[in-house]
């Protein structure tokens, strides 16, 4: 029963939220694609211009992280929430087609912003209301192959586009590209209303039986119960969270930014985070190669697809031998060989294979969240809030990281390339600590002792 339980779920969880995702990243990173055709020359941009346009995106995401998990957290309709923000920021997208002017441009990228927040860390919360410590990094990097299939698909979207519909109905191909996107974006989003579950206790399209299951799955798996009347760990005492959702939102933030192991997790991603900002700007990378645009968009393509296999087998083998650290350390050591390659060599090909391997950092990514998760598991007031903040952590480089790859500094960018080798290094150490530390949180439960409101005694142990 739990098999079929969980295919049912995988069948009406997964596909969608992965198609969200690709469009997620579509609309958020189409900026990039958008340059390679007359965006720039139209609304007269500066190159520091353009940069504050990716970048102003990311402030309006990261000043809504928080806020946006605990409201899904206390309103309890995934299913509504998350569809809903996708609509609202594909309208924003396809409204991108008729700026006429570099204040317009920012605007709507903020607004993006703003509506984008909801997205990550409301599936990331999700998934671990619905999937075990065992089951989570596996679907967390089948949701997170969205955004790298969507760095594919974007230059192969792009190079359509841009090719073939510049100029129709009077509209500029850049103008196609973000109004294209915003629709299908919208659609999508009033499609998964209907089919997406809401939490275990309350999605009506499972049977009582199901219902139960899912909910005894998760307390089996922690020996506690997945609500916010389960104990928390502040003094490892048993408390129970004010009922006013104000006050309880508020307490779970509190908690998640006074654990320890949410501030370790918070500077490790943050510093993955640093060297895979280079997301922003990877057609400008791609066009260091010195070939033309048609050959730029198609040859952004393949570093996507090879990170989307990656991460995906990698996620798998860490559920399956439940462990975590090792699984983190060898993407980021990969993007050190390519930036390294990168800063040495102009020649076309050995620069294509440090393309190639750039990328490989995000085999830490989503791995990273579904560490998070299994590190926090209770109350969900307290995984909501952290994971928003580790977010937040993982999205401040996506501000600063553009300006560092600006066109002048091409083809070796050795600012930006530099700067991604001392994140990478500093992430690797992070998690280093971060094993350290929970280790140390085992060998607590197996003396006896309560740790975050778990008792040693019911066999849960963090996962290394």
């Keep these: 029963m739990e098999k079929k339980l969980k295919l049912k779920l995988d069948i009406a969880i997964l596909p969608l939220v992965i198609l969200m995702y690709i469009m997620n990243y579509l609309d958020r990173n189409n900026i990039a694609a958008a340059k390679l055709g007359s965006l720039v020359e139209d609304l007269h941009l500066t190159s520091t211009q353009y940069s504050t346009c990716v970048s102003i995106l990311f402030v309006g995401y990261i000043s809504m992280q928080i806020p946006s998990n605990l409201i899904l957290e206390k309103v309890g309709r995934p299913a509504l929430y998350l569809p809903c923000a996708m609509a609202i920021w594909g309208v924003l997208s396809a409204l991108t087609a008729v700026v006429h002017n570099y204040a317009g441009l920012l605007v709507v990228r903020l607004l993006i912003g703003f509506a984008e927040a909801a997205f990550y860390p409301g599936v990331m919360f999700y998934l671990s209301c619905w999937y075990t410590r065992f089951e989570i990094a596996k679907r967390s990097a089948l949701f997170v192959v969205g955004s790298w299939l969507s760095g594919a698909f974007s230059g192969l979207i792009a190079y359509a586009v841009l090719q073939y519909l510049d100029g129709v109905r009077g509209l500029a191909d850049w103008r196609w590209l973000f109004l294209i996107e915003g629709v299908v974006t919208v659609a999508i989003a009033l499609i998964a209303i209907p089919i997406l579950p809401n939490l275990p206790a309350t999605t009506r399209w499972l049977s009582k039986e199901e219902r139960l299951l899912a909910v005894v799955r998760m307390v089996e798996d922690v020996g506690q119960r997945d609500d916010d009347q389960a104990p928390n760990s502040e003094q490892e005492t048993v408390e129970v ?99 390294a390659i990168g800063i040495a060599t102009t020649k076309t090909a050995p620069r294509y294979v440090a393309m190639m391997l750039l990328l490989q950092i995000y085999n830490s990514w989503a791995l990273g969240f579904a560490w998070l998760s299994n590190s926090v598991p209770r109350p969900p007031i307290k995984r909501a809030a952290a994971v928003a903040c580790v977010n937040i952590g993982g999205n401040i480089p996506n501000i600063f990281v553009p300006y560092l790859f600006y066109t002048s500094a091409s083809p070796h960018f050795y600012v930006g390339f530099a700067v991604c080798i001392v994140f990478a290094f500093l992430g690797m150490l992070g998690a280093t600590t971060l094993r350290i530390q929970l280790r140390r949180l085992n060998k607590k439960l197996e003396d006896g002792h309560t740790v975050d409101g778990l008792d040693g005694n019911t066999g849960f142990r963090f996962t290394l």
């Excluded at 490790?268 to 968009?297: E, H, Q, W, Y």
């Excluded at 989307?308 to 031998?321: E, G, P, Q, R």
């Design 241 to 339: 969270l004010p009922q006013s959702k104000f006050r309880s939102a508020m307490l779970g933030f509190t908690m998640a930014v006074r654990d320890p192991k949410v501030l370790n997790f918070l500077q490790m991603m943050f510093c993955f985070a640093g060297t895979a900002g280079i997301n922003t700007v990877f057609p400008t990378i791609v066009k260091s190669l010195g070939f033309d645009r048609t050959k730029t968009l198609l040859l952004t393509a393949p570093p996507w697809l090879l990170v989307a296999i990656t991460s995906v087998i990698n996620s798998f083998h860490s559920d399956k031998t439940g462990e975590r650290y090792w699984h983190m350390m060898w993407g980021p050591c990969l993007s050190l060989v390519g930036f």
